[in-house]
């Protein structure tokens, strides 16, 4: 068996990692994290959403964030855009891609986007033929591939029935998330296997929150069927205010360890990764959620 020999990374972390924060996050620290993670070497960032202010109010700043960020060449800068209004407002801001997110279960569909399955397909439809008519790209995100707080576990078939939709109306690449982090090696590997009835190898992405500490494995187990795209988010910041009790992404720092330690390239400088972790967990005022972060903060501390 062999890994893929590089993969990239997307940093979710501004985006997924704050939206959940209740303490407002100035626009300027989300831009100075966003500057230290491409610093860190970065090619993929999910900067903000355009979603009701009312729903996250945490991504209200969307165009503070993106008209304040000073563009580095070949780093991809994606915001999500849940329906024609949010496209709209984030056209202006030039995102490079575009993230319409559904979901494989009915009731977290409707709790998150408020709307059925088929009529969210309906709202991105538009969406998407705009995006790709502007020379935008257009990423899927979908949710509950394993399990779902309201709906409890979540078959196959439901993964490939939506990214079956997803492939209909245009979406270039789709995320394989395990929203509320209880995926196991095997059942994520089963999610991603639907999603490959639709899509290529290189247009799946593995999105997996760590709220039972199983994220690290199904990294291992997505790199096994080859996949070699990732979301994470740096110092293990985040959760979805739509999937209670669900914490943050598998932390950047510790999956970059592991693809380092598997001699897998990611172009990142796992250093100054753990000095952006640093820098947002300081503003928020506690320790990163990243035992990679926090082991190597201690060694400095030691030296
Ligand atoms: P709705 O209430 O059905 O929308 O919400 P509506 O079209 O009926 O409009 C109602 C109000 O929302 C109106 O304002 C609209 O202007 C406004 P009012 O007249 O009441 O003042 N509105 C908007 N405002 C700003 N931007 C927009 C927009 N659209 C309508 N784009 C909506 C539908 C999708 C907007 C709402 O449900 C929403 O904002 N949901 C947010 C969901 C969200 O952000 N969830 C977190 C991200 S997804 C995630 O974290 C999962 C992921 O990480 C993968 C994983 O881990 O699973 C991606
Ligand atoms: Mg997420």
Redesign the pocket.
């Known amino acids: 068996m062999s890994y893929p020999t590089r993969v990239r990374i997307i940093d979710?972390g501004p985006r997924?990692g704050l939206?959940n924060e209740k303490t407002p996050v100035p626009a300027e620290v989300k831009i100075a994290l966003i500057h230290q993670l491409q610093a860190a070497g970065l090619q993929e960032i999910e900067a903000t959403?355009?979603?009701?202010?009312?729903?996250?109010p945490q991504?209200a700043d969307n165009h503070a964030v993106m008209q304040g960020i000073e563009r580095q060449p070949g780093v991809r800068y994606s915001v999500?855009?849940?329906?024609l209004?949010?496209w709209e407002?984030a056209v202006a801001d030039r995102p490079d891609e575009i993230?319409v997110?559904g979901a494989a279960s009915e009731a977290f569909s409707r709790k998150?986007?408020?709307?059925s399955i088929a009529e969210s397909i309906e709202r991105f439809a538009p969406v998407v033929a705009a995006a790709r008519a502007a020379g935008v790209a257009v990423r899927g995100?979908m949710?509950?591939t394993v399990g779902c707080p309201y709906e409890g576990e979540i078959a196959p078939q439901q993964v490939a029935y939506l990214a079956g939709l997803m492939k209909g109306i245009g979406v270039q690449r789709v995320?394989v998330?395990d929203?509320i982090g209880v995926g196991t090696p095997r059942k994520v590997q089963r999610a991603i296997e639907a999603a490959l009835q639709h899509y290529e190898l290189d247009q799946i992405s593995g999105?997996f929150?760590d709220t039972y500490g199983q994220a690290l494995a199904n990294t291992v187990a997505a790199l096994e069927l080859g996949v070699w795209n990732f979301q994470s988010s740096v110092a293990g910041l985040g959760g979805?205010?739509?999937a209670k009790g669900a914490t943050g992404n598998v932390a950047s720092e510790d999956l970059v360890y592991l693809l380092h330690g598997l001699d897998i390239e990611t172009g990142i400088d796992l250093d100054r990764l753990v000095d952006a972790g640093a820098y947002i967990s300081n503003f928020l005022g506690r320790k990163p959620q990243s035992r990679v972060a926090v082991a190597l903060l201690n060694k400095r501390a030691s030296a």
């Open positions: 979710v997924d939206q959403s355009y979603v009701s202010p009312k729903w996250v991504m999500l855009t849940p329906n209004q949010g407002a993230v997110f998150n986007i408020n709307c995100a949710s509950c995320d998330a929203t999105h929150h979805c205010p739509y």
